[in-house]
């Protein structure tokens, strides 16, 4: 079954949050995952959602393969680089089976 991490950004340096970008960009593709959706235009149709500055969603095959992806090496210094850079807010939700 997919499953889709949402990455919600509040970004302080966007010079730094670019080069974490480029790192989990790279992770991401190697353990497969798919932007779904990437920092496009947002819009709340109800209740008390709070619109956040950048809104990523990236499609992975499984929810065990997010999570390889999440806690790889690869990803954590992608964080690393993030640490000053924005703060983050990140879940992964496991999709319907097709």
């Known amino acids: 079954m997919a499953a889709y991490l949402l990455a919600e950004a509040k970004i302080s340096d966007p010079l730094a949050y670019e080069t974490y970008k480029s790192l989990a960009q790279a992770a991401i ?5 798919r932007y779904r959706a990437r920092g496009g235009r947002l ?8 619109a956040p500055e950048r809104l990523v969603i990236v499609e992975f095959d499984s929810l065990e393969q997010a999570r390889k992806f999440y806690h790889s090496p690869e990803y954590q210094a992608a964080k690393a680089a ?5 703060k983050m807010n990140i879940l992964v939700v496991e999709g319907l089976p097709i």
């Open 29 to 33: 593709a190697l353990y497969g995952g």
């Open 82 to 86: 993030r640490k000053d850079a924005a």
């Open 43 to 50: 819009e709340v149709f109800e209740g008390e959602w709070s």
